[in-house]
């Protein structure tokens, strides 16, 4: 039946190219987003697997500044320990030195002093964002000689925890404030064996020469004071090998984390990425559908006027 009010054929024509101008919308926008999944409404699914790994994606970029100021903090500590202990050995020739009779271990005490002055100023320098590991004062509250240095992220069950690389400083402290625990440059030594003792009699940090005599038992405190000043050598090295060891595993975190990165990034990709060959192949021949459509719809159109010819 041909009818004047209703025009099936342009209808029908009229929703194919309605479709086909929604298909070229959303093909439009993906091309221009580069996004096949821009919003929540194109999959629900992968857009909010996707804002959850952009979020630990933005989190692990957090922990990549992190670790770049832990590694910035233990090459702070490690570049003053390292020159700390070649100052110490220097104090250590100056005390060989001193052992030869008839010096005048004044003099020789006058550059010890300068030496151990410059120790202390070091290891008070030694500071970064307010973090000093070889300067402290183990008494006061919130101390804490194991440090943090955030490494990672995990999400387990929906819920996220922070990890984190502890390091321990009481190893590498060279001056404490704490009288109850002292560095290694100011706790009391041994006056012959040199070694840490509550009950010592010298410092590295402190120890004079400048009224030892050459008589035998002067000369058994000078031999004291160079193997605590050996064994203060030894101790530091062992603190710079802690923090060299640190400095080692953190460089492997930062490594690990931007791989990490790369990785999510190359999930989040798979899930809302636009294929553009796949899309600009589509934009083709939609465009040419769309043309076709609107072809249609005029000839559906046009059919109506033949009814005119059955009025003449």
């Given at each position: ?8 054929a ?7 190219l ?17 996004l ?5 409404s194109?999959?629900a699914a992968?857009?909010s ?6 979020s ?5 970029s ?14 702070v ?9 070649n ?5 250590k ?5 001193a ?6 271990r ?9 030496l151990q ?6 290891a ?60 290694i ?15 010592g009699t010298?410092?590295?940090g ?15 405190i000078?031999?004291g ?11 530091m ?6 923090l060299?060891a640190a ?14 990165m790369?990785?999510?990034e190359?999930?989040?990709s ?7 060959n796949?899309e ?12 076709l ?20």
């Open positions: 039946m041909s009818s004047i009010n209703t025009n099936v342009a209808m029908t024509a009229l929703r194919s309605t479709a086909t101008n929604q298909a070229l919308t959303q093909t439009q926008s993906r091309i221009s987003s580069g096949r999944v821009a919003t929540a194109d999959n992968y857009w697997i996707a804002t959850t790994m952009r630990d994606k933005s989190s692990l957090t922990v990549q500044d992190a670790l770049g100021l832990g590694a910035a903090v233990i090459d500590a490690y570049t003053a320990l390292d020159e700390a202990k100052i110490v050995t220097k104090i020739d100056k005390l060989v030195a052992a030869q009779p008839g010096l005048d004044g003099k020789i005490q006058t550059e010890i002093g300068e002055a410059q120790l202390s100023g070091m008070a320098s030694a500071t970064l964002q307010g973090q000093n590991w070889l300067s402290v004062d183990s008494s006061a509250a919130g101390y804490n000689a194991t440090k943090q240095v955030v490494s990672s992220i995990s999400r387990a069950g929906g819920s996220v925890s922070v990890q984190t690389i502890s390091i321990n400083t009481s190893s590498m402290v060279l001056f404490d404030t704490n009288a109850a625990a002292n560095g440059l100011d706790s009391s030594r041994n006056a012959t064996t040199g070694v840490v003792d509550a009950a010298f410092t590295v402190s120890l004079n020469i400048s009224a030892l005599t050459d008589s035998t038992a002067d000369m058994a000078l031999d004071y160079i193997k605590g000043a050996d064994r203060a050598i030894t101790e090295a062992a603190g710079a090998t802690g060299g400095k080692a595993r953190i460089d492997i975190q930062q490594s690990f984390v931007t791989s990490l790369d990785a999510i190359g999930g989040i798979q899930l809302v990425d636009a294929d553009m796949e600009s192949t589509r934009l083709q021949a939609l465009q040419v559908k769309q043309q459509g609107i072809q249609a719809l005029s000839i559906a159109n046009s059919s109506s006027q033949s009814i005119l010819s059955l009025f003449r």
